[in-house]
């Protein structure tokens, strides 16, 4: 039969020996051709031990036996169970499951059965606990001594049993492998202990003992976090070498300019970033730098302080809020802290007058506004700056790489770029910063400053709601002022219920049933994100002056809210909320002098929800809670990884393999060093595929 030499390119329907119902079945779980199909790899692997008379098992080993079930129990009462016993020519095997009286109706007297599993020693019989197990198919033959292998496990489906997935690879590996090319050289390889990349396939989907599996793994992890690192480092070298930025001038005369406008001083967390960042600053290269600090740590000053380096420099600053709420905070806490001075500030959202628009949209371009403050509407084609030097961008998160990549273009020509500052509140894991965000700097402001009190944060499930009220009926009650966060804005707006039974609280319910009950006679308002612009404002100004004693609110008050008064934070139903949520909402309070708390009503149905509510009554540090939040959700869920666009990783686990992606930095960015366009002839398929991969996510389409 003639037929076209098999690629990797090759659809699986015209690989020899698979038919075309098992092609069916790959298809289905995207395994479209050759290549796709050895790059399916197992999950895990498991031992097939050989089997033993039972007479020759040995406690403390992984055993495997077979033989005819002769009496079964279900065990009731405290510790649940159930009872085999399993026979063979040699003796008796004791079988015990824990917490699976089910299986009564599933192992019956007279079955043959395969087990298999850890052996243990109990009165003075040995026993298998729970053990795994297998009716025996006529005419199977058990693997003789010494036959003991590991077998892969691939995620599969209904139709396509890990097994039979096995049995194609098996059948395929032959012809695959000698197309596998490497794209990094053996020299490189060898000090790190890595193997060729062919040889890794091999050991992936026919490992001959555990090492070669462990081994095979560890390779092509770090194949994947090489080559985001080598994108990331590749695409900072090239913003450095093809950029520039205004280098503005620092000396301790501005230094003491700039200071005399702030109304504290700066702490020493505050210092360390401002040296940092007008480091960046006076440099020709464009600052990409991420300042992190949890919520309340200061970190607008430091922006404040960026700001103004620019102006001093005789250059324009701009802010970027991720709503208009914080846009107009902080305009209003900029234009006080500049009152009296010669910098001119302007505020520019989606609700600015077209009139007022277009005048400052005038003063912007001739030069005549120092400082923009503002949302996305800063973002919009409309807006040209004169020399725009220094951008700070509030937040982070929620703006995606799309947006940052228009920033980047409001500098004055083709090859200008402003500084650009990036904030934000929700710390990102170490590991995660420098998987995404390997082309930023980071600027961490750890302590909080001076006379912070912390925030007793406390668990209550909704039957003790009433001790939650009557605390904070007792604040509002010493004129202090409190939030009220729940999950949705009216009532019966979703099918959604608590697992619990519960309805979605909502703010009009919520609001109502505390104006009527444990509020009574307090001031109340409501506020959330259907509310027109002017209705929140003028919510927000009341209960800032203490009209309004407490807020019944959405997540709308999630972040930048500041007034000092509040003392008591309480979420209702916060099982719905996630860490950084919850965590940005508790920094709403703890701003004054009076003792705060956070008050979390949940009965959470969930380990997962259970965890989270516990891990952010435990600890208010941001750091620590980025953390755990990477660890109780994986990375695919945190932040802005979704929006970064970046594929996730198939085989490198963050959590796992810190040691590899710290390598695998090193490696990258001594590598683009060396060869900052990587295009020396053995880099050519090393090239080939990192631009296959994340060419268009990361923008590098250019350096090539
Ligand atoms: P965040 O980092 O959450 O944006 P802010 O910049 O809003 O924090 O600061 C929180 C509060 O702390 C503000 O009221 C601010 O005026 C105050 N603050 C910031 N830095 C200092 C400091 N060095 N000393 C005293 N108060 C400060
Ligand atoms: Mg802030």
């Not at 209003?332 to 009296?340: D, E, F, K, R, V």
């Not at 077209?354 to 371009?365: C, E, G």
């Not at 612009?533 to 807020?551: C, H, N």
Request: aromatic share 4%; with cysteine.
């Amino acid at each position: 039969m003639a037929s076209t030499p098999v690629t990797l390119t090759t659809p699986v329907d015209e690989l020899p020996g698979i038919t075309e119902r098992q092609a069916g079945f790959l298809r289905a779980l995207g395994l479209t051709n050759l290549g796709k199909l050895i790059a399916h790899l197992p999950m895990r692997f498991e031992r097939v031990e050989a089997e033993a008379p039972v007479r020759e098992l040995v406690p403390g080993r992984i055993v495997a036996a077979r033989g005819e079930v002769t009496a079964t129990r279900p065990v009731r009462g405290r510790k649940p169970r159930f009872e085999a016993v399993l026979i063979d020519e040699s003796g008796r095997l004791d079988l015990v499951w824990f917490n699976q009286t089910y299986l009564a109706d599933r192992i019956l007297p007279g079955m043959r059965l395969k087990v298999h599993g850890k052996a243990t020693m109990r009165y003075g019989a040995v026993q298998l606990v729970n053990p795994k197990w297998a009716i025996e198919k006529p005419g199977e033959h058990p693997l003789s001594e010494g036959e003991s292998f590991v077998r892969p496990v691939y995620p599969a489906s209904e139709d396509l049993p890990s097994e039979a997935i096995w049995r194609i690879q098996k059948k395929v590996l032959p012809k695959a492998l000698p197309l596998i090319e490497d794209h990094l050289p053996e020299p490189y390889r060898a000090p790190r202990n890595l193997p060729d990349l062919r040889e890794s396939y091999r050991m992936q989907h026919e490992p001959r003992d555990e090492p070669e599996a462990s081994l095979s793994r560890r390779r092509l992890a770090y194949d994947e976090l090489l080559m985001l690192q080598l994108g990331v480092h590749l695409k900072r070298a090239h913003l450095r070498e093809h950029l520039r930025a205004p280098a503005l001038k620092w000396n301790a005369k501005i230094d003491e300019h700039i200071r005399a406008r702030f109304q504290f001083t700066l702490t020493g967390a505050q210092d360390e970033v401002v040296k940092e960042i007008a480091a960046d600053l006076s440099r020709a290269t464009p600052a990409n730098r991420l300042i992190q600090g949890d919520v309340g740590s200061g970190k607008t000053v430091v922006a404040l302080y960026a700001m103004l380096m620019a102006v001093a420099g005789g250059h324009q600053a701009s802010l970027m809020a991720p709503t208009e709420l914080l846009a107009d905070q902080h305009y209003a806490n900029i234009t006080a802290s500049l009152t009296g001075s010669k910098v001119r500030v302007a505020l520019l959202t989606g609700s600015t007058p077209p009139a007022v628009r277009q005048s400052m949209l005038s003063s912007l371009a001739s030069g005549d506004l120092d400082i923009l403050v503002g949302t996305h509407a800063l973002l919009t084609e409309s807006v040209e700056f004169k020399n725009l030097g220094v951008c700070v961008i509030d937040e982070q998160h929620r703006f995606g790489v799309h947006q940052r990549a228009r920033l980047r273009a409001q500098g004055t020509d083709e090859t200008t770029t402003p500084h650009v500052l990036v904030m934000t509140a929700t710390p990102i894991p170490r590991t995660m910063a420098i998987t995404l965000f390997g082309d930023l700097d980071i600027s961490s402001i750890r302590a909080l400053p001076p006379g912070r009190k912390p925030i007793l944060t406390r668990v209550f499930t909704r039957d003790h709601r009433s001790e939650v009220y009557a605390d904070v009926a007792a604040r509002l009650a010493r004129g202090e002022q409190a939030y009220i966060v729940v999950p949705a804005i009216e009532a019966g707006e979703s099918s959604d219920v608590m697992p619990g039974g519960e309805p979605l609280r909502d703010v009009r319910t919520v609001f109502q049933e505390l104006e009527s009950g444990p509020l009574r006679g307090f001031h109340l308002a409501t506020m959330h994100g259907r509310l027109s612009r002017d209705s929140r404002e003028a919510i927000m100004e009341r209960f800032r002056l203490g009209q309004v004693q407490a807020l019944v609110a959405t997540t709308v008050i999630e972040v930048g809210v500041d007034v000092p008064n509040a003392t008591a934070m309480v979420i209702e139903q916060a099982d719905r909320f996630g860490l950084a949520q919850m965590h940005q909402l508790r920094g709403r309070v703890g701003r004054g002098p009076a003792a705060s708390a956070c008050f979390l009503i949940a009965d959470p149905t969930t380990d997962e929800a259970q965890a989270r509510l516990r891990v952010v009554a435990a600890t208010s540090d941001g750091f620590i809670l980025a953390e755990k939040d990477l660890e109780l959700r994986g990375p695919g869920e945190l932040f802005g990884v979704r929006q970064s666009g970046l594929p996730p990783f198939k085989v490198a686990d963050l959590m796992r393999d810190r040691e590899l992606l710290d390598m695998a930095r090193r490696d990258a960015a001594e590598w683009v060093k060396r060869s900052p366009d990587l295009k020396a002839p053995e880099e050519t398929l090393l090239r080939r595929r990192l631009m296959k991969q994340y060419g268009a996510a990361l923008g590098l389409a250019d350096v090539g």
